[in-house]
């Protein structure tokens, strides 16, 4: 099983290619590491940490920045089964993340104290998914 917490150069390279003057959603898909792996000499490395926690760390110190860019969280929900795809494959919990548009997460990682504060999510993370949508309508039928 291959681990994915950063996206590979093609991947963002095709992300920065989509339009950016329209929002955008993110799905983000978190499976977290039993203990996080800080850096050796970070602040957080050797206490224990799980990688939930590192995660609620990366949460409180990134939420800022990612209200001041103009983004919200419009669905979040906790993993329960797999219904279609791999039996093996798990997640602990998900969300969407609805930026004004995609300039929004730009600026959001280019923030200095965003760079501080991702460095919870990477500790944190074991596997991970981040998926950019077009939002759509809601609505009663699947078409």
């Not at 983000?28 to 609620?56: Q, V």
């Not at 949460?59 to 103009?70: A, L």
């Amino acid at each position: 099983m291959t681990n994915y917490i950063d996206p590979s150069r093609e991947n963002f390279e095709a992300f920065k290619s989509l339009p950016r003057d329209r929002p955008i959603h993110m799905l983000n898909l978190l499976l977290y590491r039993d203990e996080a792996a800080y850096p050796e000499g970070h602040e957080h490395a050797g206490k224990g940490w799980s990688g939930r926690r590192a995660y609620e760390e990366y949460g409180k110190t990134s939420g800022p920045i990612f209200t001041r860019v103009g983004g919200s969280i419009v669905w979040r929900g906790a993993f329960e089964t797999m219904v279609t795809g791999p039996s093996d494959r798990r997640w602990h919990n998900g969300f969407v993340a609805s930026y004004p548009n995609s300039g929004a997460f730009f600026e959001m990682i280019k923030d200095p104290a965003y760079q501080q504060a991702v460095i919870n999510r990477t500790a944190a993370l074991l596997d991970s998914r981040l998926v950019r949508f077009e939002p759509g309508e809601g609505g009663s039928t699947f078409g």
